[in-house]
């Protein structure tokens, strides 16, 4: 079963891009600097900041439905970041480095499955879960802190 992750895509954020802290402060959002790596994952680019990266930490509405489901938490965003990741049957590093959630969703945004997987085994779950009929979607969180990470979806 081929499958798709994406990144976020950067349009929502760019007028983030550049504030002063104080403005951020005015959407809820901040800057940081990254300080080591692995340690600050990037949820547009997919990939982990470099030390000395400016990133923004926010919270941000990763599941929309209108129902029990709906869902935000905090995640980091590299400052200027513009470059969706996008890849077919590729498990990023910034993913594979970690404990993953990985939650199946219906058509109608409800779990409908779930497990924790080593990111370095995600393949296996990830077409595990799209294998079954009723998934419509899969997203992926970092389970240690639980942020969102990344959609899955069949290629």
């Known amino acids: 079963m081929d499958f798709r992750i994406t990144g976020l895509p ?18 809820g959002a ?22 000395g990266e400016k990133l923004l930490l926010l919270n941000y509405v990763h599941q929309r439905a209108d129902n029990p489901y709906r869902a935000s938490h905090a995640i980091f965003i590299i400052e200027g970041a513009t470059q969706t990741y ?3 049957n590729a498990v ?15 058509r109608d945004d409800r779990i409908i499955d779930a497990d924790i997987v080593d990111g370095a085994a995600a393949t296996t779950l990830i077409q595990r879960l799209l294998a079954q009929p009723a998934v419509a979607y899969l997203h ?16």
């Open 140 to 155: 992926a969180h970092y389970a240690r802190r639980g942020c969102y990470a990344a959609r899955i979806d069949r290629a």
């Open 86 to 88: 996008s890849a077919v």
């Open 30 to 51: 901040e800057r940081c600097i990254a300080t080591t790596q692995p340690g600050y994952p990037d949820r547009i680019e997919l990939r982990d900041a470099e030390p």
């Open 10 to 27: 950067a349009a929502p954020f760019e007028h983030l891009y550049g504030l002063s802290d104080d403005a951020l402060r005015e959407f």
């Open 92 to 106: 990023p590093e910034v993913m594979r480095t970690r404990p993953l959630s990985l939650r199946a969703f219906d």
